[in-house]
C-alpha cells in the first residue's frame, strides 16, 4: 500500500474516532429535537483534509449506531454529514466563512424531517429546522471556525501525506 493512502485511511480513521469520542463526551446534548453536537465542528476539516469526508460519514454512522439510533436516523443523519463534508471540500478554496454552511444546510433541512418520521417527534418541521439549525450554526459555524482558526497554520503540519515527511 502506497504511503499516501495509508495516511488518507489513518487520518479519515482519526477523524471518525474523534467524532465518536467527542459524541458521546457531550451524550447529553448530541442528540434530540433541540441539540448542538460539538462532534460537528470537525465538518470544517474538509477545508483541510479530503480525508475529512469519509472519517465524518464513518464517524457519525458509528455514533449513531452506538448512540442507539434508529435505521432512519443512522442513514439519513450520517448521510446529512456525509452531503456536508463533501460541499464544504468543494468550498476549500472559497473564503473560510463558506465552509461551514454546507454542513448547517445539509443538517438543518435532513435532521427535522429524521426527528419527525424515525422518532415521531410532533413539534412542526420547520420549529424542528430553526433548533437544528441554532445547533449546527454554534457546532458547525462558530466552533467549527474557532477549530479552522486554530489548525490553520498547522496545516502543512498536520494533514500533509507522510511520503512528504522525512
Do not use: W
Not at 449546527?136 to 466552533?143: D, K, Q, R, W, Y
Amino acid at each position: 500500500m502506497k504511503k499516501q493512502s495509508i495516511s488518507f485511511l489513518t487520518q479519515a480513521a482519526m477523524i471518525a474516532a474523534i467524532y465518536v469520542v467527542l459524541t458521546y463526551l457531550f451524550a447529553p446534548f448530541s442528540f434530540g429535537e433541540i441539540q448542538v453536537r460539538i462532534a460537528e465542528a470537525l465538518t470544517i476539516l474538509p477545508v483541510f483534509t479530503p480525508a475529512a469526508i469519509p472519517g465524518l460519514f464513518v464517524g457519525c454512522l458509528l455514533g449513531n449506531i452506538l448512540g442507539g439510533n434508529v435505521l432512519f436516523d443512522i442513514i439519513f443523519g450520517s448521510l446529512a454529514t456525509l452531503i456536508g463534508a463533501v460541499f464544504t471540500y468543494q468550498l476549500r478554496n472559497c473564503k473560510p466563512f463558506l465552509a461551514p454552511v454546507p454542513p448547517i444546510l445539509a443538517n438543518t433541512v435532513i435532521v427535522p424531517f429524521v426527528l419527525r418520521y424515525g422518532y415521531g417527534i410532533t413539534i412542526p418541521i420547520p420549529l424542528m429546522m430553526l433548533t437544528v439549525g441554532i445547533g449546527e450554526i454554534i457546532s458547525c459555524g462558530a466552533l467549527g471556525m474557532v477549530l479552522h482558526h486554530a489548525l490553520k497554520k498547522y496545516t502543512n503540519i498536520i494533514f500533509r501525506p507522510s511520503s512528504s515527511r522525512i
